[in-house]
């Protein structure tokens, strides 16, 4: 079957995060949202079919993961990376963020450090705080326009601060994002495996947040956390969901994988009574994507990579003051207007008023993200093209 990426779908009026929210969030209806992480993209046919299935069913009562489910998730992660994982190791939660918020909550206690990668995904703070942990921001170094881990740091976050009294706070948590959000690095085996084994040598869990590992721009591989060795494996909580790939985030329907029985045990009991059960919906429909979404993620993906290629044609050509950093992987790109000379209060509001853009603000994703916007080019290129024609007249008004 052919999909139509160009096809614009009229989302307001739908209670859409993205479309009808414009004036509370930019100030003014006229803006052009481009910052939530969701697409502009009717869904695979088979998942609104399946979907419909169980809707004339209509009896939604309280439902528990079925086998297939399960196998449909097994199936997959062995199909994409050659990972043989057990159904058992699966929990399913309403939301990678939910299960991020339990694992710190079952991982650690109120003033340990949790290590995040800053420039990161802004709700990952609010996470740590939340639970009344520290953050410690192993910043990514940001070197000839391409973003790079710091080993050097991330051994000295590790280490124990003994001058500290009564006692230095403990580090036992790591969050990573693989692909990345918002600097769009798909990290290769060879840094997962040097990150790792810094935090393994401290007796540390990791989290590893994976849910664009399916959003692959480039001839990059995604290599999952936990394939790299069975010690790995049992030291991580490996987040993935269809939500991003598919267009299913309104479903919010996750798959957590976790290996070790103990961590796996502490991890339900922790969201016992936080995390609610994932709706049935969003099983069904994560059950459909990964059986029968493929041939839709196909033209998906050729669809973004045409868009990339657009945005960055397009900036290098008529906005080049903004540089763009390449992503690897997701459908976010993040873009450096730090030479516009403007500060946050500043850029926020020329995006907003004066190019009539909503894009999220790179500041929200830490202090290292100053000067920087991130946008979502999961859109129909039409959209894409008036977003940048926007930018374009701003910049060149200054």
Not at 194 to 210: M, P
């Amino acid at each position: 079957m052919k999909y139509n990426f160009d096809k614009v779908i009229n989302r307001k009026g739908t209670s859409s995060w993205k479309w009808d929210t414009t004036e509370l969030i930019f100030g003014s209806d006229d803006v052009l949202p481009m910052w939530v992480a969701d697409m502009d993209f009717l869904v695979a046919k088979p998942i609104i079919d399946a979907l419909k299935k169980r809707i004339d069913h209509g009896v939604f009562g309280y439902t528990m993961p079925w086998n297939s489910l399960t196998s449909a998730v097994v199936d997959r992660v062995q199909q994409k990376y050659n990972w043989k994982i057990k159904p058992e190791w699966i929990v399913f939660t309403p939301g990678v963020i939910p299960a991020i918020y339990s694992a710190i909550k079952a991982f650690t206690h109120p003033g340990d450090d949790v290590i995040l990668q800053g420039p990161v995904y802004y709700p990952f703070w609010n996470a740590i705080r939340d639970n009344g942990c520290n953050i410690s921001n192993n910043q990514l170094k940001l070197i000839n326009n391409h973003y790079e881990m710091d080993f050097e740091d991330l051994k000295k976050k590790f280490a124990p601060h003994p001058e500290m009294i009564p006692s230095p706070p403990r580090t036992r948590l790591m969050i990573l994002c693989n692909p990345h959000n918002p600097v769009g690095r798909v990290w290769s085996k060879k840094e997962l495996k040097k990150a790792g084994e810094i935090a393994l040598k401290h007796d540390a869990i990791v989290i590893s947040d994976e849910i664009h590992c399916e959003l692959l721009l480039t001839n990059s591989t995604h290599t999952p956390f936990a394939t790299i060795s069975k010690e790995f494996e049992q030291h991580s909580i490996t987040c993935m969901a269809p939500s991003k790939t598919f267009n299913l985030a309104g479903l919010e329907a996750s798959s957590i994988i976790i290996p070790n029985e103990d961590l796996r045990n502490k991890f339900n009991i922790a969201k016992e009574g936080i995390t609610p059960d994932t709706n049935v919906l969003g099983l069904v429909a994560l059950e459909a994507a990964y059986r029968y979404g493929n041939e839709w993620l196909s033209q998906l993906l050729d669809y973004l990579r045409k868009n990339l290629e657009f945005l960055m044609k397009y900036f290098e050509e008529k906005i080049p003051q903004v540089k763009v950093i390449k992503p690897e992987g997701t459908y976010l790109a993040w873009l450096d207007f730090r030479k516009l000379g403007m500060d946050n209060e500043k850029l926020s509001a020329f995006l907003r008023r004066k190019a009539k853009v909503g894009l999220d603000d790179g500041y929200l994703f830490g202090s290292s993200g100053s000067g920087f916007e991130r946008i979502n080019i999961a859109c129909p290129r039409s959209i894409l093209e008036e977003g940048l024609k926007r930018i374009e007249k701003a910049v060149n008004s200054l």
